[in-house]
T-cell receptor
Framework: DSGVTQTPKHLITATGQRVTLRCSPRSGDLSVYWYQQSLDQGLQFLIQYYNGEERAKGNILERFSAQQFPDLHSELNLSSLELGDSALYFC??????????????FGPGTRLLVL | KNQVEQSPQSLIILEGKNCTLQCNYTVSPFSNLRWYKQDTGRGPVSLTIMTFSENTKSNGRYTATLDADTKQSSLHITASQLSDSASYICVVSAGLTGANNLFFGTGTRLTVIP
């Protein structure tokens, strides 16, 4: 158990809908990262927040948005969903804000299926 | 172009045997290289992190090597166990700041059979 929690574990929805994925980082970690992993594909970095502020942005679509709240939990909002958005979405956390150094601890993921 | 390539894509070995997974990268400037283990349907778990000055790092039966000159890394698994069946992902960092400087390989899927 990494200490990072994600809810829900599974999500089934229809095209055009909007969903929210939730992540609670490990106690004491200030950074939260969001990743997308499609079937048989590698991890794709979406976005990083550090202590409530956006720190780095990756290949995140305009239909997707995220935020980190004062209690450091984070939410990833996916809107106007398409079939291709079906994937595993992982949240990770780390102590520092430097995503390129130090260990990231990954949550168990949310499996999203868009029908 | 910053890239991380892993080989083989998949590997099947007998329980108790050793194996070596490869990671070649073209990321520059280099900061560090990490190996993660990802069980099916679960989040990746860090195995090792190596900086430029480190050429070997062990974590139990897992030993990672790094040759910064040739930009190659390997992950050696000794006396494999059924629980080693997973995907192994190589991640290279191009800098200390920002997760958008992390470059991910697509992983090697290892299957250990009895």
């Amino acid at each position: 158990d990494s200490g990072v929690t994600q809810t829900p574990k599974h999500l089934i929805t229809a095209t055009g809908q909007r969903v929210t994925l939730r992540c609670s980082p490990r106690s004491g970690d200030l950074s939260v990262y969001w990743y997308q992993q499609s079937l048989d594909q590698g991890l794709q970095f979406l976005i990083q927040y550090y202590n409530g502020e956006e720190r780095a942005k990756g290949n995140i679509l305009e239909r997707f948005s995220a935020q980190q709240f004062p209690d450091l939990h984070s939410e990833l909002n996916l809107s106007s969903l398409e079939l291709g958005d079906s994937a595993l979405y992982f949240c990770a956390s780390s102590v520092g804000g430097s995503g390129g150094f130090g260990t990231q601890y990954f949550g168990p993921g949310t499996r999203l299926l868009v029908l | 172009k910053n890239q991380v390539e892993q080989s083989p894509q998949s590997l099947i070995i007998l329980e108790g045997k050793n194996c070596t997974l490869q990671c070649n990268y073209t990321v520059s400037p280099f900061s560090n290289l990490r190996w993660y283990k990802q069980d099916t349907g679960r989040g990746p778990v860090s195995l090792t992190i190596m900086t430029f000055s480190e050429n070997t790092k062990s974590n139990g039966r897992y030993t990672a090597t790094l040759d910064a000159d040739t930009k190659q890394s390997s992950l050696h698994i000794t006396a494999s166990q059924l629980s080693d069946s997973a995907s192994y992902i190589c991640v290279v960092s191009a800098g200390l700041t920002g997760a958008n400087n992390l470059f991910f390989g697509t992983g090697t899927r290892l299957t250990v059979i009895p």
